[in-house]
């Protein structure tokens, strides 16, 4: 399917691997030229060579407001355009008990997590206005609706995420602007590769039977019974950033093979 967004200029952040590296090769594939980032770009500068299309690498702190100004300043100087933006970019953070996590260890996943897609719609709004096109799609999780008790840090900030992202729906659409998030869950990632192995090393099993068990005892909804891909994520944000997306706005696409339990988002 063309998804008739050829040519258009996307910005990826935390693209070095894992969901933001897939999303890139799909939109590569439908000619949208690339704006990719992260904090260390060695690795993605050599990965990014193997793209069909032009691509632009760029290190950037996504914490701090500046570089994220000057990460869109430089795509838009090289390409004409920031048309959209999928940002990936995020962490884990902290697990345990909430009172017991400091002050410092939320505060760490609202600056990752939450405040630097707020950095990021500030960096690049104004152009897309302008222009009357543009996308912007962040990366939530299923807790953001369904959240877990030793993840705080990450719910929380996941959690106003999706809310800001639904509020920017509102305002921004007259502009030609239509912003969404995707919840993946228990994505084959390296984050779920370490979380496995650390429960596979604590268990005393096999990296596949703590797949199993954690698919049996903590995510029953995944009625697939295995992680998901993150070819079947990029999938997703391809098609609310596309053209052939264009009515989509202010939604939560779930990627999660069923993990949340519930009808409403």
């Keep these: 399917m063309d998804l008739q967004i050829r040519n258009k200029v996307a910005l990826i952040t935390g693209a070095t691997g894992g969901m933001g590296f897939a999303t890139a090769k799909i939109l590569a594939e439908e000619g949208v030229k690339l704006v990719l980032s992260d904090l260390k770009i060695d690795q993605l500068e050599k990965d990014a060579k193997a793209l069909p299309t032009e691509v632009l690498c760029i290190a950037a702190d996504v914490t701090d407001q500046s570089a994220v100004d000057t990460l869109a300043r430089q795509g838009r100087e090289k390409f004409g355009a920031i048309d959209i933006v999928v940002h990936t970019s995020g962490i884990t953070g902290a697990k345990g008990d909430p009172l017991e996590m400091t002050d410092e260890d939320y505060l760490e996943a609202w600056q990752i997590d939450f405040m630097s897609a707020v950095r990021m719609a500030r960096a690049t709004f104004p152009a897309m206005r302008e222009k009357g096109w543009g996308r912007f799609v962040c990366i939530t999780s299923e807790n953001a609706v369904q959240p877990y008790w030793e ?14 992202v639904k509020n920017l729906s509102y305002e921004e659409a007259k ?87 519930a009808v409403q988002n």
């Design 151 to 164: 993840e705080a840090t990450y719910n929380t900030a996941k959690a106003a995420l999706a809310a800001f």
């Design 175 to 261: 502009y030609g602007i239509l912003c969404n998030t995707v919840s993946p869950a228990f994505i084959e990632t390296d984050m779920t590769d370490g979380m496995m192995e650390k429960r596979a090393k604590e268990m005393g099993v096999s990296f596949d039977e703590a797949v199993e068990s954690f698919l049996d005892e903590e995510r029953p909804g995944i009625a697939l019974k295995r992680r998901g891909r993150v070819e079947e994520v990029a999938a997703a944000i391809a098609l609310v950033v596309s053209e052939r997306g264009s009515f989509i706005n202010g939604a939560n696409l779930r990627v999660d093979g069923g993990s949340v339990q």
